[in-house]
């Protein structure tokens, strides 16, 4: 069986986190299909009716995908409501290297990238930091307030 995978995370702004997961995973926004200049003039195209197209749909990507398309599609769907409890799911940026790197060396890679997140909008929830644990990694969250770690 042939499958894909796509990641989708409800947000109030969808240009928002674009930006800010992009800058998180290394991705870009993705590009319209070949022959568009934007994703609205592809949907309308597809035939989506200009009143399911609200005001900026599609002018800007909505989407990112991994340059070197080996990790899932992440579309940011613009949904009313906020978010209001705990994530179900979250993402883990792998930074550190895993055990065979020295703690030393991981604590700094993961302080790095969450410093230059923080830059980007994200916030610290807590560090943790057990050296007896041989584990240094992060919890923060991005600018709509969903969970991630750093590890």
Request: proline share 10%.
């Amino acid at each position: 069986m042939d499958m894909t995978l796509q990641l989708t995370i409800d947000c109030a702004d969808p240009q928002r986190m674009v930006a800010f997961w992009s800058e998180a995973l290394g991705y870009i926004p993705e590009p319209p299909p070949a022959g568009y200049a934007t994703w609205r003039e592809y949907w309308a195209a597809m035939g989506v009716p200009e009143e399911e197209l609200p005001a900026g749909a599609g002018d800007i990507p909505e989407s990112i995908v991994d340059p070197a398309g080996r990790g899932p599609r992440v579309w940011f769907q613009e949904v009313p409501e906020p978010k209001a409890i705990k994530n179900r799911i979250h993402f883990d940026l792998k930074v550190g290297g895993g055990r065979d790197v020295p703690l030393a060396v991981r604590t700094q890679r993961v302080a790095t990238t969450v410093e230059r997140l923080v830059q980007v909008g994200a916030s610290v929830l807590q560090l943790r930091d057990e050296p007896d644990m041989g584990q240094y990694s992060a919890l923060l969250q991005d600018p709509e307030g969903n969970e991630f770690d750093v590890v």
